[in-house]
């Protein structure tokens, strides 16, 4: 790293010329095509979505609709018990360069991260570095595919909407300069440098800014044109780097006798788990012939979204939590239509709920 920054000095000296011309050498880092990595990243530019933890984005759908202006967190999707894990990110120098707007709109800088650079006039340049801080991220082999093809199955995309998948999350701080083309004969204040035959007067200090990037996968599209492609040929069609243009609500949300009801999605702010999955406790009234379980279809509703809410609130009210959320679970059981001991048993599919107590800290 320290050897990069070597080449990266142009001048960090005040210049004050008047009128007597300006020779300066022309500076190597300029117009630096972006590694491939960068290249498949989207960038979040609203600063409101900094309010989010890195792993309260992470594994989530993310939906925007043609009348809304935000981005709403669906459901968190991950494999099966798979831990996100935060990741500090020291001397994370990833690029450096001059660019201009022509660069960021044409060619291979018209990628997402390099947008900033994209509303520059014509006489301006910017010295831009960019430093990852900290990342959440999902291992390709564990992106939960058939998990998603199933979401996909049970929620068709409508026609106008967006909505990605997300498989990492950085937190992302972008440095620059902005620099303003000068005469060779011009009053200089601050660093100055050349690029091509054009002089630049820059600003003497960086604007460091942050941001989140992310990898978004366009999972639609993918499983769309995707019949028969393994997981990975999935993942690398699925890949989508888009400026994510508007801001991000944090999910279904509703409150019942003063309790915030959250659906699948955990909140963004910091809390303890008080209790955790909790369902309505049952007197099972199932058949049972020798060691098969047969489930009826009272015992099955018993664990609807409606009851679950209305157990897991007055436990909340009892131990002091102050939010629920509600998580959703699918299995197969066997199951008779009827309480008919001559039944035969079907499989059923089980969608049952359970809940989660959490607590502001």
Same mark, same amino acid.
């Given at each position: 790293m320290k050897a990069m920054?070597n080449k990266?000095?142009?001048?960090?000296?005040?210049?004050?010329l008047v009128?007597?011309?300006?020779?300066?050498?022309?500076i190597?880092?300029?117009?630096?095509?972006p590694?491939?990595?960068?290249k498949e990243?989207s960038?979040?530019p609203?600063?409101?979505v900094?309010?989010?933890?890195?792993?309260?984005?992470?594994?989530?759908?993310?939906?925007?609709?043609?009348e809304n202006?935000?981005y709403v967190?669906?459901?968190?999707?991950?494999?099966d018990?798979?831990? /996100? $894990? +935060?990741?500090?990110?020291?001397?994370?120098l990833?690029?450096h360069?001059?660019i %201009?707007?022509?660069?960021a709109?044409?060619?291979?800088g018209?990628?997402p991260?390099l947008?900033?650079a994209a509303?520059?006039?014509?006489e301006?340049?910017?010295?831009?570095?960019?430093?990852?801080?900290?990342?959440?991220h999902?291992k390709e082999?564990a992106?939960?595919w058939?998990k998603?093809k199933?979401f996909?199955t049970?929620n068709?995309?409508k026609?106008g909407?967006?909505?990605?998948?997300?498989q990492a999350t950085?937190?992302?701080?972008?440095?620059?300069k902005l620099?303003?083309?000068?005469?060779s004969?011009?009053?200089v204040s601050?660093?100055?440098?050349?690029?091509?035959?054009?002089?630049?007067?820059a600003?003497?200090?960086?604007t460091?800014t942050?941001?989140?990037?992310? /990898? $978004? +996968?366009?999972?639609?599209?993918a499983i769309?044109?995707?019949a028969g492609?393994? %997981?990975?040929?999935?993942?690398?069609?699925?890949?989508?780097?888009v400026i994510?243009k508007?801001g991000?609500t944090?999910?279904?949300l509703?409150?019942?006798?003063?309790i915030e009801?959250?659906y699948?999605?955990?909140?963004?702010?910091?809390y303890?788990?008080?209790?955790?999955?909790i369902?309505p406790?049952?007197?099972s009234?199932?058949n049972?012939?020798?060691n098969?379980?047969?489930?009826?279809?009272d015992?099955?509703?018993?664990?609807?979204?409606?009851?679950?809410i209305?157990?897991a609130v007055?436990q909340?009210?009892?131990?002091?939590?102050?939010s629920i959320v509600i998580h959703?679970?699918e299995s197969?059981?066997q199951?008779?239509?009827?309480q008919?001991?001559?039944?035969?048993?079907q499989p059923l599919k089980?969608?049952?709920f359970n809940?989660s107590?959490?607590?502001s800290?």
């Amino acid at each position: 790293m320290k050897a990069m920054w070597n080449k990266l000095v142009i001048v960090t000296f005040t210049i004050i010329l008047v009128g007597c011309g300006i020779k300066l050498n022309p500076i190597g880092q300029a117009f630096i095509p972006p590694p491939p990595s960068l290249k498949e990243r989207s960038l979040w530019p609203d600063p409101s979505v900094l309010q989010y933890k890195l792993d309260s984005l992470v594994g989530y759908i993310i939906h925007k609709s043609p009348e809304n202006s935000d981005y709403v967190r669906v459901r968190q999707i991950l494999t099966d018990g798979y831990t /996100l $894990t +935060l990741e500090p990110i020291k001397e994370g120098l990833f690029y450096h360069s001059v660019i %201009n707007s022509t660069f960021a709109t044409q060619g291979e800088g018209n990628i997402p991260i390099l947008s900033v650079a994209a509303s520059l006039t014509s006489e301006q340049a910017m010295e831009l570095s960019i430093n990852d801080k900290a990342i959440v991220h999902i291992k390709e082999d564990a992106i939960p595919w058939n998990k998603l093809k199933a979401f996909k199955t049970a929620n068709p995309l409508k026609a106008g909407d967006q909505r990605y998948w997300v498989q990492a999350t950085m937190l992302t701080q972008l440095s620059y300069k902005l620099a303003t083309k000068i005469d060779s004969d011009a009053t200089v204040s601050g660093s100055a440098y050349k690029v091509a035959s054009q002089n630049y007067n820059a600003a003497e200090t960086f604007t460091r800014t942050p941001y989140i990037t992310m /990898l $978004t +996968l366009d999972f639609d599209a993918a499983i769309d044109s995707g019949a028969g492609l393994n %997981n990975k040929s999935l993942t690398d069609s699925a890949i989508s780097p888009v400026i994510l243009k508007g801001g991000l609500t944090e999910g279904p949300l509703k409150t019942v006798k003063g309790i915030e009801v959250w659906y699948d999605n955990f909140p963004v702010k910091s809390y303890d788990i008080i209790q955790s999955h909790i369902s309505p406790p049952y007197i099972s009234q199932s058949n049972v012939r020798g060691n098969q379980r047969q489930f009826n279809r009272d015992e099955i509703s018993n664990y609807s979204r409606p009851k679950v809410i209305e157990y897991a609130v007055e436990q909340a009210i009892i131990h002091g939590a102050d939010s629920i959320v509600i998580h959703r679970d699918e299995s197969y059981v066997q199951s008779c239509p009827q309480q008919d001991q001559n039944c035969r048993s079907q499989p059923l599919k089980r969608i049952t709920f359970n809940a989660s107590l959490i607590k502001s800290r």
